[in-house]
């Protein structure tokens, strides 16, 4: 294990273990090397910033402290490019331009190596993003789903007939390449699908939405699954 990506991985082991701590003898058996190695990246990630705490004595060791930022050696320079990689291949997703804007945050406070490593590994992943709605469009819909708020569209069909819909958002579904928002139509007094690209105008009203909840879309295809799951 390279000596970055053991600093990231000894500050998630100290997270971990909370207000227990860790010994060096016991870090050093876990990332096979020696107590004074241990004690050297440690003295590094304190020097970068980490809020480092320790015990001496018996049944002493090191920690983080409790509810403490992580330090900049938090990702990997691989971690790092996953993450540009994920949003730059997903342009189109909701809420894809605040996570671009959150991870030049995380690539602002990487330690220069790290950062440096992380932007050459990223002049190695190429991608070609998808074509998506306005900007001014999908802000609307971002801000209807958060606010819960009623969104009226003005939505052409496959068919290519154009209507004007006030929809409550219920949320947002990816399928086959392509992203949907779901809510509960208030012309088709249901909940129905629309194409995010096939809406050419929105606009986030004041009605807040009436409560549908998500079970009210029906049950998920087994290979969908939300972006986050809960513990």
Not at 1 to 12: D, I, V, Y
Not at 50 to 73: D, F, K
Not at 137 to 163: C, F, K
């Given at each position: 294990?390279?000596?970055?990506?053991?600093?990231?991985?000894?500050?998630?082991m100290l997270r971990r273990n909370g207000s227990r701590g860790c010994s060096a003898e016991?870090?050093?058996?876990?990332?096979?090397?020696?107590?004074?190695?241990?004690?050297?990246?440690?003295?590094?990630?304190?020097?970068?910033?980490?809020?480092?705490?320790?015990?001496?004595?018996?049944?002493?060791?090191?920690?983080?402290?409790?509810?403490?930022?992580?330090?900049?050696?938090?990702?990997?320079?691989?971690?790092?490019?996953?993450?540009?990689?994920?949003?730059?291949?997903?342009?189109?997703?909701?809420?894809?331009?605040?996570?671009?804007?959150?991870?030049?945050?995380?690539?602002?406070?990487?330690?220069?190596?790290?950062?440096?490593?992380?932007d050459e590994l990223a002049g190695r992943v190429w991608v070609n993003a998808p074509t998506?709605?306005?900007?001014?469009?999908?802000?609307?819909?971002?801000?209807?789903?958060?606010?819960?708020?009623?969104?009226?569209?003005?939505?052409?069909?496959?068919?290519?007939?154009?209507?004007?819909?006030?929809?409550?958002?219920?949320?947002?579904?990816?399928?086959?390449?392509?992203?949907?928002?779901?809510?509960?139509?208030?012309?088709?007094?249901?909940?129905?699908?629309?194409?995010?690209?096939?809406?050419?105008?929105?606009?986030?009203?004041?009605?807040?939405?009436?409560?549908?909840?998500?079970?009210?879309?029906?049950?998920?295809?087994?290979?969908?699954?939300?972006?986050?799951?809960?513990?």
């Open positions: 294990m390279k000596r970055t990506e053991r600093l990231h991985a000894l500050t998630e016991r870090l050093a058996r876990e990332f096979e090397v020696s107590v004074r190695t241990v004690k050297r990246d440690l003295a590094a990630l304190e020097n970068s910033g980490a809020p480092l705490w320790s015990r001496p004595g018996p049944g002493g060791g090191y920690g983080l402290a409790i509810g403490a930022s992580l330090p900049p050696v938090s990702l990997s320079p691989a971690q790092a490019v996953a993450l540009m990689a994920a949003v730059s291949a997903a342009s189109d997703a909701p809420y894809a331009d605040l996570a671009a804007a959150g991870i030049k945050k995380i690539l602002d406070v990487l330690d220069p190596r790290t950062r440096a490593r992380a998506s709605a306005s900007r001014a469009i999908r802000s609307a819909l971002e801000e209807a789903m958060a606010e819960q708020r009623v969104i009226r569209l003005r939505y052409t069909a496959r068919d290519g007939t154009s209507t004007t819909r006030d929809v409550e958002p219920v949320l947002f579904a990816s399928t086959n390449g392509q992203w949907y928002l779901v809510g509960w139509c208030r012309l088709r007094d249901g909940m129905r699908w629309f194409i995010v690209s096939s809406i050419e105008r929105a606009s986030v009203t004041k009605t807040a939405c009436g409560g549908h909840s998500i079970q009210e879309v029906g049950e998920p295809p087994a290979s969908a699954r939300p972006v986050h799951e809960r513990g």
